[in-house]
């Protein structure tokens, strides 16, 4: 059970476009997502936390008008990196928690962002 | 706020041997949990512990929170070559969790 799946796995794009990844959690649903960023060999940023039906909320130094996201229902999350500029190339990964905060997060597959 | 600090930040193995890793809080933390990541892969959860003192363990997976719920190890005997990847502690801090630098491990044959 809890499993989250993310899509795609990989999407290269040219430099001024924008790039869509889904978040889905396919046996449970979440009202609360959570957006991480991984840049090589370093440990995970988190980027936003998504919540079904409301605004994100964003972390410091995170461009909500780069990086939209949008919950509209108990078990998608979308992440939309607009403009996409090559320092936006990264690792993003989704989660999500089955229950209360503070219980375990479940983890997508992650997307390799790169942008040429 | 508070941050979780992970040390060592890598950790190179002789395969059968053991290792620790470390995680230490600012704060007291309620609980503290551990995760997996594989080369190329995602996060993978665990453990997670809740009371001062708590030891649990998973088969060669040792994990231990301290008295003051400050800080926190992971202890692996006879390290295998399936134990590679890079082990994040996590602690809540408000309604998120804060991630450790991780220990990326490698093993040698």
């Known amino acids: 059970g809890a499993v989250v799946s993310q899509h795609p796995s990989w999407v290269i794009c040219k430099s001024g476009t924008s790039v869509k990844i889904e978040c889905r959690s396919l046996d449970f649903q979440a009202t609360t997502m959570f957006w991480y960023r991984q840049f090589p060999k370093q440990s995970l940023m988190l980027m936003a936390t998504?919540?079904?039906?409301?605004?994100?909320?964003?972390e410091q130094g995170v461009e909500k008008d780069k990086f939209l996201i949008n919950h509209a229902s108990l078990t998608l999350s979308t992440l939309t990196v607009t403009s996409a500029h090559p320092e936006d190339s990264s690792f993003y990964i989704c989660?999500?928690?089955?229950?209360?905060?503070?219980?375990?997060?479940?983890f997508g597959n992650g997307t390799r962002l790169t942008v040429t | 706020g508070q941050q979780v600090m992970q040390i060592p930040q890598y950790q190179h193995v002789q395969e059968g041997e053991d290792f620790t890793t470390y995680c230490n809080s600012s704060?007291?933390?309620?609980?503290i949990q551990w995760y997996k990541q594989r080369p190329g892969g995602h996060p993978v959860f665990l453990i997670q512990?809740?009371?001062?003192?708590e030891v649990k363990k998973q088969k060669r997976l040792t994990f231990q929170f301290g008295e003051a719920k400050k800080n926190s190890s992971l202890h692996i005997t006879a390290t295998q070559t399936t134990d590679v990847g890079t082990y994040f502690c996590?602690?809540?801090?408000?309604?998120?969790?804060?991630f450790g630098a991780g220990t990326t491990v490698t093993v040698r044959a």
């Open positions: 704060t007291t933390l309620s609980n």
């Open positions: 512990l809740v009371k001062s003192g």
């Open positions: 989660s999500a928690q089955t229950s209360s905060y503070n219980s375990p997060l479940h």
């Open positions: 998504s919540n079904e039906g409301s605004k994100a909320t964003y």
């Open positions: 996590a602690g809540p801090n408000d309604y998120k969790l804060s």
